[in-house]
């Protein structure tokens, strides 16, 4: 039995339905307030429950023989990225769990100290290594997936807000790869207790993006350049009031104002220990928005 955290996000759905498609057994923990009847048809178990509370990750980590953990934490990274992570790896190993894969951040490790998720995301590496679990540490970059609806209101108008500087580099991966990848780790000995930066197989400049909008649309687009100053000003005015708030923004900042990108030599890695090719962010959009 697999348990999935997050099965209802953008990637954990992937992953569940990708573990279905390979009849796999999973357990899928979702809020009661979540959309699942689509992972409850495909013939997952569905486990009510919320990731803020220990008993509940006790309770779904029963019979589980690989955890996938995906889930995301809105603003809260202390309480949903880093604590509901230590429960489940906590719970994990008292259940006897065989494997399990976390979904991390790229970046983790560089230290931003603005950055909760980043921090959390590290902080929980460093935790599940320790455990004595058998692990697998993914550090995706941004999700193709997180495009869609940016891809859907450029369609609409051809704007595109970009925020900071448009040189900036990154390789953001499929989602489609990145659940293969992550339902592939506990069965795959080349993944066993291993960390692996996840990019797509381009490098692209932030600028490119509205360019691959441009012609999956075939509409020039128009691009909002807003600098760095903008999301510090905005951080600056809101901090004292919300500090949850200008946390998140903190993670925000960091990741407009840094590359993400993964080396050629990281990409042949994840391709050779996978075996399959990385497919590019435009082939990935193609086919979800059937242009
Ligand atoms: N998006 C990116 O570009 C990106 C980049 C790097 C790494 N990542 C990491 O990749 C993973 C997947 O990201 P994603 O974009 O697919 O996430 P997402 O779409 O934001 O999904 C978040 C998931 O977490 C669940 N969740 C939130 N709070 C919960 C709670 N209290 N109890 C139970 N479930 C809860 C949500 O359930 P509900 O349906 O109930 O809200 C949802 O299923 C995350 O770990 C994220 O940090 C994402």
């Known amino acids: ?3 999935v955290t997050g099965a209802t996000g953008a990637l954990g759905r992937r992953v569940v339905r990708l573990l279905r498609e390979r009849d796999q057994p999973v357990r899928s923990f979702v809020r009661l307030s979540s959309k699942y009847a689509e992972l409850e048809n495909r013939g997952s178990e569905i486990f009510i429950g919320n990731l803020r509370e220990e008993r509940d990750i006790q309770k779904a980590c029963r019979r589980v023989k690989y955890v996938i953990s995906s889930h995301g934490s809105g603003s809260d990274a202390q309480e949903l990225d880093y604590r509901a992570n230590v429960d489940l790896i906590d719970q994990a190993k008292a259940a006897g769990v065989e494997h399990f894969v ?10 931003y100290e603005d950055a909760t998720v980043f921090k959390a995301k590290r902080e929980v590496e460093k935790y599940l290594q320790s455990s004595g679990l058998n692990y697998t540490i993914l550090r995706p970059s941004g999700l193709a997936s997180s495009l869609l609806p940016l891809a859907e209101r450029f369609k609409q108008t051809g704007l595109y807000l970009l925020t900071g500087d448009p040189k900036n580099r990154t390789s953001i991966v499929s989602t489609d790869d990145l659940a293969r990848i992550a339902v592939e780790s506990p069965v795959n000995m080349g993944a066993k207790n291993r960390i692996f930066p996840v990019g797509g197989p381009d490098i692209l ?10 012609r999956l649309f075939n509409r020039e687009p128009i691009v909002i350049n807003a600098p760095l100053m903008v999301v510090d000003g905005i951080r600056g005015s809101i901090g004292l009031m919300n500090p949850a708030l200008s946390g998140s923004l903190g993670t925000f900042r960091a990741l407009v104002a840094n590359e993400f990108y993964c080396t050629a030599n990281e990409i ?3 391709e050779t220990i996978y075996n399959f090719k990385l497919e590019s962010v435009e082939t990935f959009l193609r086919r979800y928005l059937g242009t």
């Open 102 to 111: 976390f979904i991390s951040v790229l970046g983790a490790d560089r230290g």
């Open 1 to 3: 039995m697999y348990l």
């Open 268 to 270: 042949d890695t994840l």
């Open 205 to 214: 400049k932030r600028e490119d993006i509205p360019r691959i909008f441009g």
